[in-house]
């Protein structure tokens, strides 16, 4: 296997625009114990109560590990004991879709957003999955990104390649950063110019649902405040649902010019990885998959793929459910 290159250039043959939750149920769960993880599945939703694991309370459910199916709604919660361990079960779990699309597609598109994600894909770039997987099939994109040079400690490109891309050897044509020099709007514009001629070429597959561009994996985290890309409780852009990419320059978190992709493109995907770390966030884990009693509706509850979501989050995240 080929070594990763030390930095990455963009693609030539592409445009130049291209440079790169208490619950009523029917039917018991069914329970399976281990000693490490406790496994519910529930028909009508990823809310497990007291009353369902009468013998679990749920700051103790968080430190044993539990794994809740939504199976009307394809969406999965796991929750696991250490960070460690969330980070070997979503390598595992990128891995598998990689192998999945690379055969039934020849390709497979991922999306990426910065933070502590990237952190979390570590196991990725060891053994087995460094040398195992096909990385001249992977196409990387960034679900949202900070108009800055790439080299600022800003940029959600330059966290991924230092932490990520850097150590694997994906064909440096395959990942698509944004033009930096461009402003915020120019920059969103040319972005989704970009995927648009992905889309035509067949590198990214169109939802027949939606009409919108309808990626493999995204792979996303989420703030303290419920935010997720650069899509931030209250603002604007949460009803954008025309635009693929879109700008924002009044961003409550610095810096205040990004790009964005918007929640069409987003819920078009096939498969979601929301990964949440911290007791930081555990609040808004409650109000998104637990009882509650805030009314406000954060950004991650809008998250809602054609395909699969799946939350990966640590007992702390958890530690309110």
Known sequence: MAKAASSLTFSTSLPKLCRPFSISITQPP?????SKKLSCSISSAFKISRRTVTTTKASSM???????VDQNNRKVVEVFVTEEELAVSLAKYTADLSDKFAKERGSFTVVVSGGSLIKSLRKLVEAPYVDSIDWSKWHVFWVDERVVPKDHPDSNY???????????????????????????????DDYETCLKHLVHTGVINKSSVSGFPKFDLMLVGMGP???????????????ENQKWVTHITDSPKPPPGRITFTFPVINSSSYIA????????????????????NSDVFPVQMVSPEGELKWFLDKDAASKL
């Open 274 to 293: 929301l990964v949440v770390c911290g007791a930081g966030k555990a609040s808004v884990v409650q109000t998104a998959l637990g009882k509650s009693q």
């Open 158 to 188: 330059k966290l991924a390649f230092d932490g990520f891309l850097s150590k694997v050897p994906i064909p440096s044509g395959n990942v698509y950063a944004i033009n930096d020099a461009l402003s915020a709007e120019g920059a969103a």
């Open 62 to 68: 968080a430190s044993s590990g539990i794994t809740t």
């Open 225 to 239: 405040d419920g935010h997720v890309a650069s899509l931030f409780p209250g603002h604007p852009l949460l009803k």
């Open 30 to 34: 069914q329970v399976s114990l281990n």
